[in-house]
Structure formats: C-alpha cells, structure tokens
C-alpha cells in the first residue's frame, strides 16, 4: 500500500514508474547507489542480492568488509528492501527505486563513537549517492547535539560527494512522540541542515503515533501507525531471525507471513526514510545534475498535503504549507520525477550570520514571555535557518521556544516536557523555505512551569538560501555569539573559544558531554580526543613518553587550522591519578585547541515493532 498513489495514502511510486529518463529508459534507479547505514545488511537474500555493491560496503562495529548481520539484528535488511528490494524477480517485494544499487554500511549493531560515526557517513563517498540512516539516540525528549566530527563529515559529503553535487543524506525524524514528548528539533543529527529529516504517516493519512514533530521537518513518508493500521511489508533476515516469527499475528494483529525470508510488520520513522531514499534515488535518475539541495527543493515544491483536516497546517509568505507534523507533506514520487525533469538548479549558496548576547531574566510560569527582536539587514531567499541559543536555565524542559520570521510565519523549536538542563544548542528550522529574510526576526521565549528560572543567555540566526532581489553583497555579518572557554564538570577544559569558533557543532557537543558521562567517570577513560593548532603528532609523543600502555592514533585533519588526534590508554591506568591525562595535555597546551574524553554512543534503530523495540537499543 506505501507503494500505491496518495488517494491509497502512498507515495505514488507504482505511477512514477511509468515514467521515463530523457535516454528512454524506465525510472527504476538504475545508476544510483543508496547506502543502508544500520546495523547489517542480510546482501545474500533473493531480493537483495541483485543490488547489492560490495565494494562499498562495510562493516564500522567489527572492522571487515561484510555487513552482514548477526542475531535477530533485522533492521537493516528491512530498510534495504523498502529502499530498493529488487522488483524484477517475480519474488517477494519491490522497493521504491528497484534497480538502484544498495551498499551496507554496518555501524549500530554496538555502540558507536564520534569519530566512528563520521568514518561512516563518508564511506565511499566517491560511489555512494545517498546515505539512507534509521537510526538515532535515544528518544526520550532530551537534547542530543551532533558529534563535531560527523558535523565536520556531514559538511565534507555535501561539499565533495556526488562529483561535487554533494551526497544525499536522509535521517529518521524519531519516534519518541507518545512516550516523551520529543521533538525531532533535539536531535543533532536529523536537526543537521544538510540532512532530510522524515516523519511517518500511517495507512490512514495521518501521523503515526509515535512519528516525532519539529521544525527541522522536510517531508513525510507512508509507515505503520496503531494495530489498526498495516505495516510495511519488506524483506526480512533470512530464516527464522528477525521479525517474522512466522506464525501467529504480528504487533499490528495481521497474520505474519508464511515465507520467513519477508516481514509484514517494518514501521517507525525507520521505514519512512528508506521510502524516501529511494523516491531520491528515482529523482536522480531522472536528473542526475541535481544538488543537494535542489533535491530538497524538488521535495518541498512536490510534496503533496495530507491530513488536510489538520489544524496544524499554514502557508508561509512564500506559498507554501508547513506542518509541525508532516514538514512540507507526503512525498510524491510521481510529481518529485516529473519536477525534477525540467528543474533548473537554484545558483551558489550564500549565508547571513547574526547574534545577540543579552543575559535576561526569562519570567516564571504566570509572568509573560520574553521577546527579543533582531534585525536582519540582507536579503536572502531562505532554505535552512539555524538558531544558536543559550540559556542557564536548569531545567530546559520548562521553556517553549518560537521563532518569528519577518512575515509572521512560526517556528516552533522546543516545547514543555520532562528535561532537565541548560541549553546550548543549535535549532533548525526549514519552516522559512523561500522566504526573504530581510526585516525583524523575533524570538520568544515562555517559561510553562514554576519554581525553577533562569536566563536567556544569548540566541543568534544562521541563515542559508539563494540571493534575494535585493541581496547586497557588501553587507557583512554582524557576528555569532561570543564563547567562552568550556571547562567540564571534572575540571578539565575541554575547548578554546578559538576552537569553538572554528569547529561547528564542537560547543553544542562538548556543553552537553558531561550530562552523558556516567557518575564514577575517571578522567582517566581509555580514549581523549585531541585536537592541536599544528600536526603535533611528535610533540604529543614526546610528552607521551612516560606512559607506556597508549596508542596515538593517526592524525586526521578537522578543518584548516586544526588536526585530531585518538590517545587510547591501557585499562591499567583507569584506576591512576588524574594527572597523567593533565600532564599529558598541559605538556604541549601552546598548541591545544581542544582535548575531551570521547564516550560511546547510545544509538537506537527507528523501528518501533512492538516485539523487537528493545532489541536494537544499543549499550
């Protein structure tokens, strides 16, 4: 039914195949190569196999060239065959793009590091031309900022991937709507620009119940919902592994399938987004000189309204619908081909940067909001707008927070739930797309709950597009918000303000580590992160030497002025003074720029199947 047109609530792709490329063959997704970054990849199975390119796949969790997956670690096999199940075999399912290319990118069947996480989202980035991810941190509505480094590999893919038209990145909005109220405006990674963040629609076309809402929202895409709604059928592990126990009525009470190598049962957020990575991989075929982001453009400008009875739903001054909900609408595969045929890309991208520090009182529950006005002097005609903001508030969950455009248009980028402390963190809204972002932007603040208050500390807006009619390129940006050095709650300065300035994400990431680091944590953890002003790699060595259990791992360059650096101790020297990691640091700090202990990630697949939600929860 996902296949099937929007009046069956799909995403019209069965009538997108009836169309053709300007060479005369049908638009299946020849030529195109999704990459699957989840937790394996099943590439012997009969309709997987036909796709399947080896020679850009890997396995990040066990350091070998096969993704395939291990126990009932199903997740990435259904998310290939929703991508792009083989079509023409006359056995099992189709995916969306049929004859696109699938790669596996083994990552979150364990825990994941930063740098792990980044190695993989630029993995083959001279083949790969879509990096399709269901996957996340935890949904339990707190704040989750993205890694510097997978900020750093996420730019590097736009900028240098598909020959310099940049690689597609999708990303599962969350599902973490019916148990904590999230919002997928909290999580890093699908909150990142360059990212296409995907909601869920249930057979009956509206939201699926746990589908998360958030500003950052581009497109939505067909899933499973309640028990009353059917789920996704796709491919499965082989075998009586994974979802398809092969008897009895699956979590949505329909009957499983017969045949174990298929399931009946695939949803969450985490099916939506290989739906959409195949509509992409049709688009490319259809028109391979499309950008990154002139595929967004094609997806906000083709996307169809559903659930048109919700009050969710308002026009921008540009014309076009938003919805908390649903971003721009339903993706429509049928019209995102047809637009992409004769698309015209939209010229280089230009950016306006504004900030202001104001450290004032937010009123408590039963006073008024704040509202702080910035003027932006440029025009810009608008595609992604980041928002910087900062408050020692202590209790973040407290404070609702919109952003206004010039024209009225509303952004709503957290709201009141169970979330304990301060905000540093960079929002995203695609709220504003297209339009002008000349005049006053306002940003208002509302304390929902008594007895704990605090400041606003400062909020600025990063703002990205094409030249508006009235861009003028002498004006300068009036500047971002002011860093101070970041000093960790174990007394180690984690960051430079010139580091922060420098590294995106790096502020976000590092104000928010200590919330992760467990309570016995020793500053002595096996792996720092280090970053100098220079390839230090002897200078770090040398003043190594009086440890004897370390590895430096090779440096790596982070951006123009600094370099990256691993340092893995031995387990022996957990139980040591603190001061052999501070020695080790002071001994060469001229040229720090930033040095943290990096933790393993928590990641979680985007499937919410009832007997298989736990086990994909990554510890």
């Known amino acids: 039914w996902h296949l099937k047109s929007g009046a ?58 096969d993704p395939s997956p291990s126990g009932d670690d199903a997740h990435g096999t259904s998310a ?30 364990r825990g994941t590091t930063d740098s792990t996480e980044a190695d993989a989202l630029k993995y083959a980035l001279d083949s790969v031309d879509i990096y399709s991810n269901s996957w996340g941190p935890d949904d339990d509505a707190s704040i989750h900022p993205i890694g510097p480094q997978l900020g750093q590999a996420l ?17 599962a909005g969350g599902n973490g709507r019916y148990r904590s109220d999230d919002n997928s405006n909290y999580d890093g990674s699908a909150n990142s620009r360059y990212v296409i963040a ?53 979590s949505n009470g329909i009957a499983n399938l017969s045949d174990n190598n298929y399931t009946n049962d695939f949803g969450g957020t985490s099916s939506a987004t290989p739906l959409a990575s195949g509509v992409i991989a049709l688009m490319l075929q259809a028109n391979p000189a499309l950008t990154w982001r002139d595929v967004q453009h094609v997806l906000v400008n083709s996307a169809s309204t559903a659930d048109s009875s919700s009050s969710g739903w308002f026009v921008n001054s540009a014309g076009h619908s938003f919805n908390h909900d649903y971003g721009f609408g339903r993706i429509d595969a049928d019209a995102a081909i047809t637009l992409s045929k004769t698309w015209t890309n939209v010229g280089s991208e230009v950016n306006f940067t504004t900030a202001e520090s104001v450290d004032i009182a937010i009123p408590d529950s039963g006073g008024s909001s704040i509202t702080r006005i910035i003027n932006v002097p440029q025009d810009i005609t608008i595609e992604t707008v980041e928002i910087p903001f900062t408050s020692d508030h202590s209790y973040r969950g407290d404070l609702e927070i919109i952003l206004e455009s010039p024209s009225g248009t509303r952004a709503t980028l957290a709201s009141q739930r169970a979330d304990s402390g301060s905000y540093n963190f960079k929002f995203t809204a695609k709220t504003f797309w297209d339009e002008s972002s000349k005049g006053d932007w306002r940003l208002i603040v509302t304390d929902q709950d008594d007895g704990i208050t605090g400041n606003l500390n400062s909020w600025g807006l990063n703002i990205y597009g094409t030249p508006g009619t009235q861009y003028n390129s002498m004006i300068d940006n009036i500047g971002s918000i002011a860093r101070d050095t970041i000093i960790g709650e174990k007394g180690f300065t984690y960051a430079s303000c010139e580091a922060q300035e420098n590294i995106p994400e790096l502020t976000n990431y590092l104000h928010h580590l200590d919330e992760y680091i467990d309570e016995d944590f020793t500053p ?80 979680i697949s985007r499937s919410i199947t009832a007997e298989h939600s736990n086990s994909h929860f990554i510890c």
């Open 198 to 250: 995907v909601a869920a629609i249930s057979s009956d076309g509206t939201y699926s119940y746990y589908s998360e809402p958030g500003a950052n929202l581009l497109v939505a895409a067909p899933s499973d919902s309640t028990t009353s709604h059917p789920g996704i059928t796709t491919t499965d592990i082989e075998g009586n592994r994974g979802y398809n126990s092969g008897s009895g009525l699956n």
């Open 155 to 171: 730019e590097y893919g736009v900028i240098n991937g598909r020959e310099g038209k940049g690689a597609i990145y999708t990303w």
């Open 80 to 109: 290939a065959g929703v991508a792009a199940g083989y079509g023409h075999n006359g056995v099992g399912i189709s995916g969306a793009a049929p004859n696109a290319s699938l790669s596996g990118i083994r990552l979150i069947a």
């Open 8 to 65: 069956n609530q799909g995403a019209n792709v069965q009538q997108a195949w009836l169309q053709t490329a300007n060479s005369g063959e049908q638009i299946y997704g020849t030529g195109v190569l999704i990459a699957i970054v989840d937790d394996g990849l099943n590439h012997d199975h009969e309709d997987l196999s036909a796709n399947y390119n080896a020679e850009a796949s890997y396995d990040f969790n066990f350091d070998d060239f």
């Open 524 to 603: 002595n953890a096996h792996n720092w992160i280090i970053g100098t002003t220079s390839r230090s790699r002897r200078r770090l060595e040398k003043h190594a030497s009086n440890i004897l259990d370390y590895r430096v791992n090779n440096s790596t360059q982070f951006n123009a002025t600094n370099h990256i650096y691993e340092i893995n101790f031995h387990a022996s020297f957990l139980n040591k003074s603190a001061s052999i990691v501070g020695s080790l640091i002071e001994g060469f700090s001229d040229k720090l720029s930033f040095a943290y202990p990096s933790i393993a990630n928590n990641r």
